[in-house]
């Protein structure tokens, strides 16, 4: 079966905590059930259209999952586009999981008329970096947070 990127569903839940639970460990983080339960559910709710999560499909298996959150911008008309959080099971990377999910966060971007993306890694995260540094534009900008 090929690669298939799609919106999230409510009967993603069990793939998508898997696959949102392996995304928090790889940056050593932990998050409380709260956390999961208000995320997945705004993920679904209508009223949070600033939201969105799509999920990647290989052989009927969800093995990657991308979140993004769209927020006005005070040097543009538009809104722009924070890919939050990205996301792919370790056996299927370098085959174009990443990318996919990446370009669906662009497409509904467009969609939607807010042709400005980004996000941010670690330093160390050498892997994603490869595919980043080939889609999008590295930025001087240096994180700062309370």
């Not at 993603?12 to 559910?41: C, G, H, M, N, V």
């Not at 497409?107 to 980004?118: I, L």
Request: charged fraction near 25%; aromatic fraction near 14%.
């Amino acid at each position: 079966m090929p690669l298939t990127i799609r919106p999230l569903t409510a009967a993603d839940e069990a793939e998508w905590r898997r696959l949102w639970t392996a995304y928090l460990a790889f940056y050593e983080t932990t998050l409380p059930e709260e956390i999961f339960q208000t995320t997945f559910a705004r993920q679904l709710d209508p009223a949070h259209r600033e939201r969105c999560c799509f999920i990647a499909d290989l052989d009927g298996r969800a093995v990657g999952l991308v979140h993004a959150i769209w927020h006005a911008h005070n040097w543009r008309i538009e809104d722009v586009c924070y890919l939050q959080d990205l996301y792919a099971d370790p056996d299927v990377r370098g085959h174009g999981v990443g990318r996919a999910l990446i370009e669906a966060v662009y497409e509904e971007a467009d969609r939607r008329g807010t042709p400005a993306v980004y996000w941010m890694t670690q330093e160390f995260n050498a892997t994603a970096r490869q595919l980043y540094d080939r889609i999008a534009k590295l930025t001087p900008f240096i994180k700062y947070s309370r």
